[in-house]
């Protein structure tokens, strides 16, 4: 008897794995594995969610534009290009679906996002990685990677989880290098962390021309993970290719009423972002007097790398993950990002980045 079977490619993903929530038999776990804001949600996105609740019977509004209004006015950025889903994964996922198909290839930085491979091959493309230099991506690097196959270019500006990124000349750089007919998408999940003068997340690319997106989400200095919430800035055709492609009522009205709220409390974004600034160039700190290889990062994390030293062999990442996990903390193993010696290492309350600092303290002396 035969049995249904998905079309050639589905069963060559590998699924996406989110970092790790709880531990057996812990109550009290420090979770530093999925780059989840340190404070939460802002309490007045909390409260618009809870409001919303009193009309779940109710269809949301399918074309979300009550928030795309308050993202364009949050960002100098026209609504009618913004198109809303159920975090930046969805409009991944749908990019790669409306411009990529058999035969296509889609192009990525080596340690990029892993969504990015994962959505190419669901849309039966194969996904071509460049290589980075000092874990970073590289113009030249992409750009000896476009064929003629190449329909899409993913680039996660900050970068997850390196924590690198391009500079605003350097994203121009790569725009003009790409054919016309290859879409850009510059995944910018992070930018609200960058505080660096020469960055840019992309604005002024999409802007610019006919074949870039911009995708960001509310999973991050929002704190709205939970409600599955992100947003892309498109040019008019490709918004209305995405807006062809979604479900109809792809975006819950709570998470909509969260989104809104949350862009409307800038104090607390602010709050945010300073406590990320502080506490992440601490740990930073702390990390190398500890010997550990931790470069600079834009993001709400840092990469820390467990290099081999004499008498040391026993100090490895994977080691020091149970060592933590032991003490209730819960941290990233990156080794399906081909880092096996790195563990990612998100930016948490102060108690719980000196937890941490702690933890690994007590590892290397053992």
């Given at each position: ?18 970092g ?57 950025l ?28 889609v ?7 892993l ?5 190419a091959?669901a ?15 590289g ?7 476009v ?26 750089r790569l725009?003009?290098?790409?054919r ?10 992070y ?15 999409v802007?610019?021309?006919?074949n870039?997106v911009?995708t ?9 993970g939970?409600?599955r ?67 600079p990062s ?6 820390a ?26 941290v ?13 290492i ?7 980045m ?12 053992q």
């Amino acid at each position: 008897m035969s049995t249904p079977f998905p079309r050639p490619g589905i069963m060559n993903i590998d699924p996406y794995v989110g970092g790790e929530s709880s531990l057996d038999g812990r109550d009290d776990v420090i979770k530093l594995s999925s780059n989840e804001g340190a404070f939460g949600p802002s309490p007045k996105a909390v409260a618009a969610y809870k409001d919303a609740g009193a009309a779940l019977h109710r269809y949301p509004d399918g074309g979300c534009d009550v928030l795309r209004e308050a993202i364009g006015a949050r960002h100098n950025l026209d609504a009618a290009r913004i198109v809303c889903g159920a975090g930046s994964d969805e409009l991944i996922s749908l990019l790669c679906q409306a411009y990529a198909g058999p035969g296509d290839e889609v192009l990525y930085s080596e340690h990029g996002f892993l969504m990015y491979p994962i959505s190419a091959k669901a849309a039966g493309a194969t996904p071509i990685s460049a290589p980075e230099k000092n874990l970073t991506a590289g113009v030249d690097a992409l750009l000896e990677r476009v064929s003629d196959n190449t329909r899409l270019l993913f680039l996660a500006n900050p970068n997850n989880p390196t924590g690198t990124y391009l500079s605003g000349d350097e994203l121009w750089r790569l725009r003009k290098g790409l054919r016309d007919d290859v879409v850009l998408v510059i995944d910018a999940a992070y930018a609200e962390y960058v505080t660096a003068e020469d960055y840019g997340p992309g604005i002024d690319l999409v802007d610019g021309g006919a074949n870039v997106v911009m995708t960001r989400t509310f999973s991050k200095i929002y704190g709205l993970g939970g409600v599955r919430l992100g947003w892309a800035y498109c040019p008019t055709d490709i918004a209305g290719v995405l807006n062809r492609m979604r479900g109809p009522f792809n975006v819950s009205a709570p998470a909509m009423a969260a989104g809104v709220a949350a862009l409307g409390d800038m104090g607390f974004t602010d709050k945010a972002v300073g406590h990320n600034e502080t506490w992440r160039a601490w740990t930073r700190e702390q990390l190398l007097a500890l010997g550990l290889d931790v470069g600079p990062s834009a993001g709400n994390f840092v990469l820390a790398r467990f290099t081999d030293k004499p008498g040391q062999n026993d100090r490895t990442a994977d080691a020091a993950d149970t060592f933590l996990k032991d003490k209730g903390i819960i941290v990233r193993r990156m080794a399906a990002y081909g880092l096996d010696d790195c563990l990612r290492i998100t930016i948490g309350r102060e108690d719980e980045m000196r937890a941490l600092v702690a933890a690994l303290t007590e590892f290397f002396g053992q």
